[in-house]
T-cell receptor, first 113, second 113 residues
Framework: SQQGEEDPQALSIQEGENATMNCSYKTSINNLQWYRQNSGRGLVHLIL?????REKHSGRLRVTLDTSKKSSSLLITASRAADTASYFCATDENSNSGYELNFGKGTSLLVTP | ETGVTQSPTHLIKTRGQQVTLRCSSQSGHNTVSWYQQALGQGPQFIFQ???????GRGNFPPRFSGLQFPNYSSELNVNALELDDSALYLCASSTDLGNEKLFFGSGTQLSVL
């Protein structure tokens, strides 16, 4: 089942601008991850944030997690044309046996030169 | 480059036929998961194999089955294909039972006519 839901569905910005994507989920989680997918091919892991963490950075990526609101955001700073892709949040639910990730429908990001 | 390879890249089948999709995981990754991604949707969990045994299963019928081999390769078999089985099938490997970072292959695009 899909638990995460990304917002917006699509985002178009110019190079150099920041891009912010949001993810909401429904049940308590162990961790939340963000993945990137180029042109409907394989997904690439970007960053993981655990349920006891509030913010995490990796290069130009900044992820926040608010477990009280069951939401997360992914910020990409100083975007580049190469950042054009779909971005998915994925949650590892507490109720799982640890084998399933629940993905949202994704945010499609277009970065124009 | 995730080190996970899938074959074939594209496949066209007719309703009612059977199909086998293949995946070669990263060396040392004992866990392989399969996901189905319909157009415009996020990946949906099919099942996971750990050390050659099914470790968990999503909401997919028994005509979806799998195998994992000692050499880090695995298969997804789908019998009695239906039109709705048309999708991108992704395999993902990880170390042991962790879901904390999945390494995805580029997928097999299956079209059922």
């Amino acid at each position: 089942s899909q638990q995460g839901e990304e917002d917006p569905q699509a985002l178009s910005i110019q190079e150099g601008e920041n891009a912010t994507m949001n993810c909401s989920y429904k049940t308590s989680i162990n961790n939340l991850q963000w993945y990137r997918q180029n042109s409907g091919r394989g997904l690439v892991h970007l960053i993981l944030i655990r349920s006891n963490e509030r913010e995490k950075h990796s290069g130009r990526l900044r992820v926040t997690l608010d477990t009280s609101k069951k939401s997360s955001s992914l910020l990409i700073t100083a975007s580049r044309a190469a950042d054009t892709a779909s971005y998915f949040c994925a949650t590892d639910e507490n109720s799982n046996s640890g084998y399933e990730l629940n993905f949202g429908k994704g945010t499609s990001l277009l970065v124009t030169p | 480059e995730t080190g996970v390879t899938q074959s074939p890249t594209h496949l066209i089948k007719t309703r009612g036929q059977q199909v086998t999709l293949r995946c070669s995981s990263q060396s040392g990754h004992n866990t392989v998961s399969w996901y189905q991604q319909a157009l415009g949707q996020g990946p949906q969990f099919i099942f996971q194999y750990y050390r050659e045994e099914e470790n968990g299963r999503g909401n997919f019928p028994p005509r979806f089955s799998g195998l994992q081999f000692p050499n880090y390769s695995s298969e997804l078999n789908v019998n009695a294909l239906e039109l709705d089985d048309s999708a991108l099938y992704l395999c993902a490997s990880s170390t042991d039972l962790g879901n904390e970072k999945l390494f995805f292959g580029s997928g097999t695009q299956l079209s059922v006519l």
